[in-house]
């Protein structure tokens, strides 16, 4: 199992003062010792990260690194040519990625091309149903990276008490053995979406709100062979350091 450490929300703490302090750029150098890749996301907003972030890890940092990126993005990765581009949907409003993309988009399947003729390996960041891999396939893509947050969700709501805080999701708040119903069947469309993703020759990452409790279950999903985690991994961070938060994970997810 790889791990990709997402470093943008180090960049949204340098954000909240405007000064170089965290640095960015030593975030991802020390990063890219310790994990498999360097995951970074410019948005259209530039409310973390920016192409400025992009360039200089690009230029320091001899490790894969990994873009996160909507549609109406992809003239950055075409300037500055990444080892690979995940494309992802992108509201202003969200805190943070809501959901997978929308794969009947007609600007798909052109970004792709451009992209691998540029030699760029492309993801497709989507939720984890049958009907987006088989699609996924056929716009021709090398990876998908499979949306984990409903299952993160679901898990904190049946093991920590963030029902009773306010941050609780209305959906969510539901009797245990609903939830419970409701964690099983998420994880078995992540299995069976990974399982067809394999056999349709994609290769498999999955990502976002997994933490050092909950990231347990997706790798024992065998055919993701990925991992992108940031936040858990900054938040930590916060209390043991960036490289000891980084070592941690990487033995929680070492098969």
Known sequence: MLLGVNIDHIAVLREARKVNDPDLLEAAILSANLADQITIHVREDRRHANEFDLENILKY?????????????????LKYKPSRVTLVPEKRQELTTEGGLNLDNKKLQEAINALKQEQIEVSLFIDPNL????????????????????????????????????????????????????????????????????GLNLRVAAG?????????????????????????????SVFVGLEKAILQMKALIKR
């Open 131 to 198: 009907e987006d891999i088989n699609k996924s396939s056929s716009l021709n893509t090398d990876f998908i990276e499979l949306h984990t947050g409903l299952y993160a969700n679901i898990y904190n709501a049946l093991y920590t008490n963030i029902n009773q805080t306010s941050y609780a999701l209305p959906e969510l708040i539901l009797s245990k053995n609903e939830l419970k119903k409701l964690l099983e069947n998420e994880l078995q469309r992540l299995k069976q979406s990974a399982s067809l993703a394999k």
């Open 208 to 236: 976002h709100g997994l933490n050092y409790k909950n990231v347990k279950n997706i790798v024992d999903i065998l055919e993701i062979e990925e991992l992108n985690i940031g936040q858990s991994i900054v938040a930590r």
């Open 61 to 77: 940092c001899k490790c894969v690194v990994n873009l996160e990126c909507s549609i109406d993005m992809i003239e950055y990765a």
